[in-house]
């Protein structure tokens, strides 16, 4: 910029500006602001896959589960043999009942997160409820001695 003399003259900057015209508040972003926007919707879809890949993980799970429970409890082989009467098979039978009402409840608590977006625990709590219940549900396949 020059004087009405014809002598150059540099303007002071601003605080509202940089030395590069940009923002101040956005500085160290690169692109400015558009860069904090896109990580927001690159985390929300990432968290968004994971409630759906967790969803259908459980679907499967229930699924084994319940195949598992039917497989057990129609088993009846001839020859005099009767099932029921032996208590490991009562062991693995009443195991196979409490895994599928498990994760039944599991998978009806994540639909219905996901259907209404209402979480009713928070993330901690229920944390704490999957790792007890994956606990419990490995412990009690473990061999009695």
Not at 63 to 84: E, P, Q, Y
Not at 93 to 104: F, K
Not at 116 to 141: P, T
Request: hydrophobic share 40%; charged share 20%; aromatic share 8%.
């Amino acid at each position: 910029m020059a004087d009405h003399d014809g002598h150059v003259v540099e303007k002071e900057p601003t605080p509202a500006t940089t030395a590069s015209g940009g923002d101040v508040e956005n500085q160290g972003q690169p692109g400015g602001g558009g860069a904090g926007i896109s990580n927001i919707l690159r985390r929300w879809k990432r968290e968004d896959l994971l409630k759906k890949g967790s969803l259908a993980l459980r679907g499967i799970a229930l699924v084994c589960s319940l195949l598992a429970f039917i497989i057990m409890a129609s088993n009846k082989h001839g020859d005099g043999r009767n099932f029921d009467d032996y208590e490991p098979y009562r062991y693995v039978l009443a195991i196979a009942i409490l895994s599928t009402l498990y994760t039944g409840l599991q998978v009806f608590r994540q639909v219905h997160e996901l259907s209404s977006a209402a979480q009713y625990f928070s993330r901690q709590n229920l944390a704490m409820v999957d790792f007890i219940g994956d606990q419990v549900g490995g412990l009690s396949l473990k061999k009695k001695n």
